[in-house]
């Protein structure tokens, strides 16, 4: 096991300088000139005297390797450079925005669980059965409304006329309710859908029969291998969907005014915050390959074939 983790650590090298590479390069992309917005967002006049000073000091002057190169090593020591919105350092601005992202996420990801996997059991059993229909409705409408859309509605419903959440921001449980809930509202149709059809394909596997020949019961046959084989893609979705949700839930997090790192990011691009952006970018980057590198690790755990497999 702990050779399987190291190889796919080591997997990961490439993969991280290859995104910090593509980071870095987007600040050449953004139309604008992060001198003048340096000094802009200063109240500070452009001259063409203080934008080449300045271009001198921020070491924007140098060759683009040059620069990569001492960017790089700055954020190795975590050091992703200064807002130049809030004149305070990257780093701590996003630490300060991860904690609500964390939490949105968390809560939204219990909602997912909760609601779409007991669903997507029953469905699969009472294939064809009232439930099943159900599950598929709810689904389609999951999969096919806008998250804005839903949002309003619950806002509309459950804050104007019933008065039972707040609207915005955050502070209380009772905040956390519904930007949570319209977040998860969108993965709950498809993870419900993709458990019920994985457990349908694992129900006529050859393993089944066999567990029903000795007469195992069809609760315990189900609980104790048809479940567990058919949570591996659930898992593996859930993976790459809690890399979004944490890289930034731009649309909830403005709905709700919710102070996440989406919010944070839409901010830096308005205002042309070319090192928060980059930094923005590095972090959300780096936390979808870490969610993933956790899911091919618990996917080991779940199924030892693939750990097998791996080491050899």
């Not at 159900?134 to 859309?149: H, L, N, Q």
């Not at 998860?184 to 498809?190: D, K, M, N």
Request: aromatic share 12%; hydrophobic share 55%.
């Amino acid at each position: 096991m702990g050779w399987f983790i190291v190889k796919r650590l080591t997997s990961l090298i490439p993969i991280v300088l290859g995104i910090s590479f593509i980071t870095f390069i987007l600040i050449y992309l953004i139309p604008g000139d992060p001198a003048v917005a340096y000094l802009r967002m200063s109240n500070i006049p452009p001259t063409d005297e203080a934008v080449t000073a300045l271009r001198v000091e921020l070491g924007l002057n140098e060759p683009l390797y040059i620069q990569y190169l001492e960017w790089l090593g700055k954020v190795l020591q975590l050091d992703l450079g200064m807002s130049y919105v809030s004149k305070n350092a990257v780093w701590d601005e996003i630490l300060l925005h991860l904690f609500p992202t964390i939490q949105l996420t968390g809560a939204s990801l219990i909602f997912i669980v909760v609601i779409s996997l007991p669903i997507g059991i029953i469905s699969a059993i009472y294939k064809g059965k009232f439930v099943d229909q159900f599950s598929r409705i709810v689904a389609f409408v999951s999969v096919s409304m806008p998250s804005f859309w839903f949002g309003f509605l619950l806002i509309y419903l459950l804050s104007v006329k019933l008065d039972l959440f707040p609207v915005l921001g955050r502070g209380t449980l009772a905040h956390l309710v519904l930007p949570s809930l319209t977040l998860a509202f969108g993965y709950i149709g498809t993870y419900m859908r993709l458990l019920r059809a994985s457990m349908l394909e694992n129900l006529n596997e050859p393993f089944v029969m066999y567990a029903r020949a000795r007469g195992l019961r069809q609760r315990l046959i189900v609980s104790r291998h048809v479940l567990k084989k058919s949570l591996l893609p659930v898992i593996t979705g859930l993976g790459m969907s809690l890399g979004n949700m944490l890289g930034g839930a731009v649309i909830v997090e403005t709905i709700f005014a919710w102070p996440g790192m989406g919010q944070l990011f839409v901010t830096s691009i308005l205002n042309q915050d070319y090192p928060m952006i980059q930094g923005c970018v590095l972090f959300m980057s780096v936390i979808f390959v870490v969610c993933n590198l956790l899911v091919d690790i618990m996917y080991s755990f779940l199924d030892p074939r693939i750990r097998w497999e791996g080491e050899k």
